[in-house]
């Protein structure tokens, strides 16, 4: 079995602001206030790991609880659903995308392989740490520029 993880600041959605403590609010969300921009190449990776019945979809951010129906809304726009989806739970949760990782590896105890598609070096590497402790589970990175 296959987990395909996405991120959605600047992997998914190309966002027109630095990360800061602004992210948790549903203003950085707000489609008449900011021109988000779909990275195409990204959206067609998930297209076929989405149409696959043997792979996980699941969106892995850093964005919280709180704001996540301004993102699906932002990513329905483009027909984009998940079968798993990972926010962060509160302003002050774990923002340890590795944790998350390792919790859906026990909900998913059949799984072989991972994808990910990040663009920051924090959370690949978090993962990757995280994903040493299984090494019958092959891991492939795409970081996304």
Known sequence: MKLSLFDFDNTLVETPYEDSPYLDTEESLDSDKWK???NEKTINNYKSESTDSSVVTVLLTN???SVQHCVKEILSSKKITFD?????KGKDGNR????RVEKLLKKYPDTTEIEYWEDKDKHINDVVNSCSKYPHITLKVNKVI
């Open 36 to 38: 988000f921009k779909f």
């Open 63 to 65: 964005r919280i609880d």
């Open 84 to 88: 798993e989806e990972m926010f962060i």
């Open 96 to 99: 340890s995308k590795g944790k």
